[in-house]
């Protein structure tokens, strides 16, 4: 089975690509991220003619998750619990959840779709709610894994953080910013402590998933790393392969992030029905 994750910068403005890619590469799941509609404007039909079903999350014009499935999902989760909330001006525990995660259970795998709240500033009430959304979402992990030891679990997305040096070209350029601060790394490595590990950076150690529409960031290959499939040891155990797939920041109007994949050693219901390859 062959999952992969992309923050998409608007499913409607890329469903051509998108779906293209799905089909050239032979994807089975894909998690979504910033699709940036509600789920009533999500382009389904280019999907399902596709062979794809769709379970979208979206509130308005902003943020927003979503699966792409060949295969069944199910127990299908919008938002995790104790998600926190965010109001621009306003503090306390009644504030909106905003679209940023979904669960589905494909063949016996629990995936999430991410979008992790991207922080802006240091110093800026955004910030501390990506660190509490974060830490949240670990102490949930924790949760999972604890209830079902042999859970093969994964969070994909956009995870707003570079835990490494090398996963930024310069980390010069960020001093005092978002992104590569020691309280974000720490956030992320609570999820290698509470039983998760980035699956794709054994098989891929180096290259970014994500590069600014400005100041020709791409050409000049001024990238970051900040897209990421964290998996329990069960899920870890069945990675074959993975990939970085650079070349859809080309062409006409790509995403500023490119997909991320994971090939998992999986039987699944669509293997008979694939052409035999000699």
């Not at 209830?147 to 350029?173: C, T, Y």
């Not at 970014?208 to 529409?213: A, G, Q, V």
Request: hydrophobic share 40%.
């Amino acid at each position: 089975m062959r999952v992969a994750t992309w923050n998409v910068n608007s499913v409607r403005t890329r469903v051509g690509r998108i779906v293209d890619w799905l089909v050239r590469e032979d994807v089975d799941v894909l998690g979504m991220q910033e699709i940036k509609c509600k789920p009533e404007q999500f382009p389904t039909e280019a999907f399902e003619a596709a062979g794809y079903q769709v379970e979208a999350h979206g509130l308005n014009q902003w943020n927003g998750v979503a699966f792409a499935s060949r295969l069944p999902m199910e127990d299908v989760t919008r938002d995790f619990p104790g998600q926190p909330g965010f109001l621009k001006g306003h503090e306390g525990p009644d504030l909106p959840v905003e679209a940023r995660a979904i669960g589905v259970t494909v063949d016996g795998v629990r995936l999430w779709s991410l979008y992790v709240p991207n922080g802006r500033e240091l110093g800026d009430p955004h910030y501390t709610y990506k660190l509490d959304w974060l830490a949240q979402l670990a102490d949930r992990t924790a949760e999972w894994l604890s209830d079902d030891p042999e859970l093969p679990l994964a969070l994909m997305g956009d995870w707003n953080v570079a835990p490494l040096d090398q996963d930024v070209w310069d980390v010069r350029v960020f001093e005092g910013a978002t992104h590569v601060s020691e309280p974000e790394r720490a956030a992320f490595r609570a999820f290698e402590e509470r039983g998760l590990q980035d699956v794709v950076r054994p098989i891929v150690p180096d290259g970014y998933t994500y590069w600014d529409y400005k100041q020709l960031r791409f050409p000049r290959n001024e990238g970051m790393r900040i897209d990421f499939v964290l998996g329990s040891q069960a899920f870890a155990d069945v990675v074959t392969d993975a990939a970085i797939h650079r070349n859809e920041r080309k062409g006409d109007a790509p995403s500023d992030h490119v997909p991320v994949s994971v090939d998992l050693d999986l039987d699944t219901s669509l293997d008979d029905d694939r052409p035999m390859i000699f």
